[in-house]
């Protein structure tokens, strides 16, 4: 069952001023606050971008970016355990 795109878009609009929230309080560069918005922005945008997909067959323009450090760590990860 997919999730009707109108949704997604509002769970990411919802993270994204989650995330300015968090920003705009942030307590030092490693503020948790920040960074648990930070992967609910992925995380909706992903879902929003398979509905998306799902409902209309259509995509945006956007990517979202892995650190290098994860990267390299997907890199050394066997494709079969991922």
Excluded: C, K, N, W
Aim: charged letters at 35%.
């Amino acid at each position: 069952m997919s999730i009707d795109p109108r949704v997604a878009l509002q769970s990411l609009v919802s993270a994204l001023e989650e995330h300015l929230a968090a920003a705009a309080s942030r307590r030092g560069d490693d503020d948790p606050a920040v960074e648990a918005a930070y992967l609910s922005i992925a995380d909706a945008f992903e879902s929003y971008e398979e509905s998306l997909y799902e409902a209309h067959g259509e995509v945006t323009p956007l990517v979202i970016y892995e650190d290098d450090d994860e990267e390299e760590e997907d890199e050394q990860v066997p494709r079969a355990a991922r």
